[in-house]
């Protein structure tokens, strides 16, 4: 079964450094979004991503975050300068849409992104 | 400020009995409903999905929507111990670019 795939799965960081996390979502899929789970909490939307723009955003996503779908396959987070506060787990997910009712969003693994 | 509220639990059930796991959700408007499963350190993984008011049964889930009192429920028969784990409501808001809320979720056990 297609999957969405990330990576890497573990980024230790120094704060104020810039991280890039990279996913590749399901080939047929044609909405990106990117949440974030910091550890004991819940799943946070970040951002939703369709036709090459941001589609929404959360008052998380400052500044500090961008997103990018370089190629046809890759979609990426970056955080320009990482906070201590930005240490979570961050999910890609995507999905399809079809007229009023909304495909699942799939999720991959996520990578754990720690801030030292 | 759109909502999802779940029992943080733990629901603990013993192995074959029916779980039990309730949502409840702020907006009115909203027209899609997920539940996924997480185990400790993993990534939400969608165990079902529902549009319409009624119940919509898959193998052992069934999930039930009531949009007049805005609460979905997930039922699992014949738990297994391999259920044990958290269980996330999530709601789709479409015009806010398809982005999901997700409940606090609800810590399942199931003993054997």
């Known amino acids: 079964e297609p999957e969405v795939t990330q990576t890497p799965s573990h980024q230790v960081t120094q704060m104020g450094q810039e991280v890039i996390l990279r996913c590749v979502p399901i080939?047929?899929?044609?909405?990106f979004y990117w949440y974030r789970q910091i550890l004991g909490q819940k799943v946070e939307f970040l951002v939703s991503f369709y036709n090459n723009e941001i589609s929404e955003k959360s008052e998380i996503f400052d500044d500090q975050f961008s997103v990018e779908r370089p190629d046809g396959s890759n979609f990426t987070l970056k955080i320009r300068s990482t906070k201590l506060e930005d240490s979570a787990m961050y999910f890609c997910?995507?999905?399809?849409?079809?007229?009023?009712?909304?495909?699942?969003?799939?999720f991959g693994d996520g990578t754990r992104l720690s801030i030292l | 400020q759109k909502e999802v509220e779940q029992n943080s639990g733990p629901l603990s059930v013993p192995e074959g009995a029916i779980a039990s796991l309730n949502c409840t959700y702020s907006?009115?408007?909203?027209?899609?409903f997920f539940w996924y499963r997480q185990y400790s350190g993993k990534s939400p993984e969608l165990i079902m999905f529902i549009y319409s008011n009624g119940d919509k049964e898959d193998g052992r889930f069934t999930a039930q929507l009531n949009k007049a009192s805005q609460y979905v429920s997930l039922l699992i028969r014949d738990s297994q111990p391999s259920d044990s784990a958290t269980y996330l409501c999530?709601?789709?808001?479409?015009?806010?670019?398809?982005?999901?809320?997700f409940g606090a979720g609800t810590i399942l056990r199931v003993k054997s």
């Open positions: 997910a995507s999905s399809v849409r079809t007229g009023y009712s909304n495909q699942p969003q799939h």
């Open positions: 907006d009115r408007g909203s027209q899609s």
């Open positions: 999530a709601v789709n808001y479409m015009e806010y670019g398809n982005k999901l809320v």
């Open positions: 080939s047929n899929h044609l909405y």
